[in-house]
């Protein structure tokens, strides 16, 4: 039984990723987000909208426990869910946990042109956006670093580097 999480910083790959690894691997791919997005039929900015960060992190907390219940399954996780409540431990304790360690400028670029769709990020300049990162990366890193393994996602710009990423990422876990 395989159960593994990508985690990361957002924008460091997990969706990206986490789908052509299962899709290697031959099993299903479940993004905690669209997993969220999916049973509340409301966009990940609405249930910030609504709810508040903290309503938000409720809900992926509870959903986080429902999905790890799926055997044989690559999950990725929010950018934030490693971060909040015991998450990073429940999930060292129900599978495999890999960080996806992504360089700041790497992330900044990548970020610049897919901030919408985060509400964390929205209506930041550019100037102010590399900051940004570079203090939530400062915070987030304690949790990130739990994982039981580093992996290095800097190069996921096209099809040839994804694939390249998927073999190695596949090496590391030796699966
Ligand atoms: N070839 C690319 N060039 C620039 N940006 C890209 C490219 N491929 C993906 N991105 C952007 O990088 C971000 C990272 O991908 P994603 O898998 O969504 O990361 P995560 O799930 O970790 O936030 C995405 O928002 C996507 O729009
Ligand atoms: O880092 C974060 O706090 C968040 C990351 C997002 O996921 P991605 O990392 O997939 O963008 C999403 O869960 C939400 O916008 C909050
Ligand atoms: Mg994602």
Redesign the pocket.
């Given at each position: 039984m395989v159960r593994i999480f990508l985690t990361?910083?957002?924008?460091?790959g997990?969706?990206t990723l986490g789908k052509a690894f299962a899709r290697k691997l031959n099993i299903p791919f479940i993004?905690?987000?669209w997993y969220?997005e999916e049973r509340f039929h409301k966009t990940?900015?609405e249930l910030?909208t609504e709810r508040g960060?903290a309503g938000?992190r409720e809900i992926?907390r509870n959903m986080l426990h429902e999905v790890a219940e799926f055997e044989n399954v690559v999950i990725?996780?929010?950018?934030?869910?490693p971060?909040f409540f015991d998450n990073m431990e429940f999930m060292n304790r129900t599978g495999k946990t890999v960080f996806l360690n992504v360089h700041p400028d790497v992330l900044f670029r990548r970020?610049r042109i897919?901030k919408q769709?985060?509400?964390?990020?929205q209506g930041r300049q550019d100037d102010e956006l590399m900051d940004f990162i570079i203090q939530?990366l400062e915070k987030?890193a304690p949790f990130y670093r739990q994982a039981q393994y580093i992996f290095d996602a800097d190069e996921l710009e096209d099809r040839r580097q994804i694939e390249t990423s998927v073999q190695r990422l596949q090496e590391l876990l030796k699966i």
């Open positions: 990361g910083y957002m924008g460091a997990k969706t993004d905690l987000d969220i990940v900015g910030f960060e938000f992926e990725s996780t929010g950018g934030g869910a971060c970020l897919a769709q985060r509400p964390i990020l939530a987030r």
